[in-house]
């Protein structure tokens, strides 16, 4: 087989009022590692979305192997040998089909219109094995029993039975813990050595020089450079994403105050107890599946087994409108599914608690102010957008999780919040914005409220929490003030391994 | 950046998407203009208008429980039952208009909270359920009228034998309201504008009818926000009762008595209107004008189709593939 190249020439795309991407030069080769970086909103999923074939109105050429093709549908794409792993894996599978049916979908058909489950598996079997593949899971699974990561996994293997030889990994790491993150970059190794070209869209500086052959910088819409992965230091690349160096938040070890905001018992485990004190930001981690979500989301939602002090006072919380009656906010994970209202505009998605504070004694809504004070926060947050009305579903996967970030910060200035639960609250923000998150989020809690900083991604835990909590198996394992900080440390703690071997 | 490369194909899907009913309300009239002769003139406007004023209005109250993501078939059912009912206090109970009408409307209020908290409660499906409760409605106003129509001074059959007959009448004040004319425009045509008008106002500019557009876009991150979605649920089932429950005294008003059957074919016409509305201007969700647009559309084909000498039964035909057009378009309008 030919070694697998595609080139684009000067590829663009508009949106009304954007200009996504504009004469983007690029080469991406079989058997390398490419990664795409840049601020939110730059243009990488725009590329990606154009080489997968969802935008038939694009402008530029693209050529695979030296001759031109015009990838308008995703179909077309598809037959080229090119796939995406979105960052949703949930849009690409179906969730009752089981593993067996989801690998050889889109091939199903090709098999006779009556095909049992037995025989899909087999089919599955042999062809995984002759591509010399095994998967850490039954065949006959339903794909809603999978974990985000074996969900992933399915896609790159579904994408390899149908001899994809680019693959398009689109964040796939922001939902992923440590440990499969491992797991994963090991796989995209052996994608390499088979001689597929990967196409690799992240955020996190580590991991793209971990992993990349080649680095290219896009900024807004524009191509600055391909860097070989050696030459080129994280903050080069950085530099070369905003423009300017980043600044980096500094958080001292400060004189904790002992006055508890907010203390939770697990009735059902007397040893079970979290205590989160005024002006604190409490960093929870752990692995993928470790219960940080659930945790929180009990305290917001209300749970029987939970026992829950507010300042102080014992609080019943039975749903999530008494939870921010009491001042108690919580950031969901998939913003997609839990956070926005996709077919709504900008201002809508972040006033989505305060319809009620904006609005006067007749209950009118009083929308100049509101959209002054959105206006405000949006830029607040460099939330890139064309126009405070236009709808959420038109903006960079980093933008929306602004939005989301912005509505607790805006709630908080209306009425005061006592409590914040952030919940992977930096998923798809750039490294840059991240930074200025950390810095929002010191700044919150110094006002004296308290924050829950949950997040799987330790660096970042280090980085903006007064202390750590780890979790593992549903159960806080570990208490870490800022003093005892170490990366080592927590990893082992939340793998449940007291050794890590590092290289 | 002045130049826009949206190629044709595209700017027509725009077009259609967000002016699509608009345009096909224009053909419908144009054609029906040319080919029957006195379709436009002002009367003639004037009592389509008139015709389309109670589908409108339960309409209406389909699209609220609609904007909340809740379906509620039942409005026809709720509709017959709160109109016989009203017709029945007056010409019974000799209670006067307005007290019957308040009752009615509660009564209409309840069955919609009712089935919004069965849903609920029960976590079954809303369609279903609410096709559960029409079947109620439709039985609880059998039961009620004894399958009588319901008009002044009514005889009805007494269980001892011989006759009796019904002391009250449906109040002038009552039947203006359906029948009246305000210089030359029915009093039901400016009935239903104010309604459309109120819905519209506290759809788009009250705190509540943004909680409920947002519990209907995405019920889970509504909750996550702190929304008190099952609230809003109940609350939108509640109005919905309501307005169809006016829209049933609407309908009494209208024909100066509560017949039984008449709300019962309104279902289809009442989907349809709140459907077609959908894509409206490009919303791509449930809203007051355009509901109206909706069973303008409706009212406007049926009308020039008997003008045209199309049969009832033949007209359903039509019926059907102008709500079929409509998903598709409403489809376009939510790319
Ligand atoms: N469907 C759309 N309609 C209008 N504008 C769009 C649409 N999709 C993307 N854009 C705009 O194009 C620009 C590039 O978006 P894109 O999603 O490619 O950014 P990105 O680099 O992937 O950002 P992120 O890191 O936040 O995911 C943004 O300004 C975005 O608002
Ligand atoms: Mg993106």
Known sequence: MDRFVLVTKKLSKRFPGVQALKDIDMEIRGGEIHSLVGANGAGK???????????????????????????????????????????????????????????????????????????????????????GLKLPFDLNTRVSELSVSQKQLLLIFKSLIHNSRLIIFDEPTSSLGPVEVEQLFEIIHSLKERGIAVLYISHRMPEIFTISDKITVFRDGRKIGTFPRDEVTPDDIIRYMIGKSSQKIEISSKEMSNTPILEIHRKSDESQKLVLYKGEVLGLTGLVGAGKTELLKEIYTGSKDLKVALDGKEVRIKTSTDAV?????????????????????????????SFGDFANALGFMKDKEAAQVSKRFAEKLRVKFADLRQRVESLS??????????????????????????????????????????????????????????????????????????????????????????????????AGRHEIVKN | ??????????????????????????????????????????????????????????????????????????????AGFAGALSAGLMVWNQLSAITSSVIALIVGMLMGA?????????????????????????????????????????????????????????????????????????????????????????????????????????????????????????????????????????????????????????????????????????????????????????????????MLGVSYTTQDIFKGIILLLSLAISRLSQK
């Open chain 1, 325 to 353: 009656k009491m001042g108690i906010y919580f950031l969901p994970e998939e913003r997609r599914k839990e956070g926005l209202l996709i077919k709504e505009n900008l201002i809508w998605n972040m006033l989505l608690p």
């Open chain 2, 114 to 306: 009712a089935i919004g908290l069965f849903v609920i409660y029960f976590r079954v499906d809303d369609l279903l359920a609410s096709l559960g409760a029409m079947y109620i409605a439709q039985g609880m106003t059998l039961t009620y009228t004894g399958g009588l129509n319901i008009y002044s001074n009514m005889i009805k059959p007494s269980p001892g034998g011989g006759f009796t007959t019904a002391p009250g009448r449906i109040s002038d004040g009552f039947i203006f309201m359906g029948q009246g004319m305000v210089g030359v425009i029915p009093m039901p045509v400016i009935i239903m504008f104010i309604v459309i008008v109120l819905v519209h106002i506290f759809l788009n500019n009250t705190k509540w009818g943004r909680n409920i557009y947002s519990v209907g876009s995405n019920p889970e991150a509504a909750y996550l926000a702190g929304i008190p979605v099952n609230g809003y649920k109940i609350f939108a089932y509640s109005l919905s009762g309501i307005l169809a429950a006016f829209a049933g005294i609407l309908l009494v008003a209208r024909l100066g008595s509560a017949q039984i059957a008449e709300s019962q074919a309104l279902l289809l016409d009442c989907v349809a209107a709140s459907y077609i509305g959908f894509s409206f201007l490009g919303q791509g969700k449930p809203n007051a004008f355009g509901t109206f647009i909706g069973a303008a559309l409706m009212g406007i084909m049926v009308n020039g189709l008997s």
């Open chain 1, 45 to 131: 999923s725009t590329f990606a979305k154009i080489i997968s074939g969802v935008y038939k109105d694009y402008e530029g050429e693209i050529f695979i192997n030296g001759e031109k093709v015009v990838l308008d549908t995703p179909q077309k794409s598809f037959q080229y040998g090119i796939s995406v792993v979105y960052q949703e894996v949930d849009s690409a599978l179906i969730h009752y089909f089981t593993v067996a049916e989801n690998l050889l979908m889109s091939s199903v058909t090709q098999y006779g219109s009556f095909v049992s489950q037995k025989k899909l598996v087999k089919i599955a079997k042999e062809k995984l094995k002759s591509l």
């Open chain 2, 1 to 78: 950046m002045g130049q826009s490369n949206i190629n044709k194909g595209d700017l027509l899907r725009i077009i259609v998407a967000k002016y699509g009913v608009v345009i096909a309300l224009g053909i419908v009239i144009a054609l029906f203009g040319i080919i029957t002769p006195n379709f436009m003139s002002v009367g003639n406007f004037t009592n389509i208008l008139r015709s389309i004023s109670v589908i409108t209005v339960l309409s209406l109250g389909l699209t609220v429980a609609l904007a909340a993501g809740a379906f509620n078939l039942a409005v026809t059912g709720i």
């Open chain 1, 397 to 494: 996967g980093g933008n929306q999780q602004k939005l989301i970030i912005a509505r607790w910060l805006i709630k908080n200035e209306l009425k005061g919040a006592r409590v914040i639960l952030f919940d992977e609250p930096t998923v798809g923000i750039d490294v840059g914005a991240k930074e200025e998150i950390y810095n929002i989020v010191r700044t919150v809690a110094e006002s004296g409220i308290g924050v829950i900083f949950s997040s799987s991604d330790i660096d970042e835990v280090l980085k903006v929490a007064d202390r750590i909590v780890v979790m593992r198996d549903n159960k806080f394992i570990a208490e870490i003030e800022r003093k005892d900080f170490s990366e080592e440390k927590i990893l082992s703690l939340a």
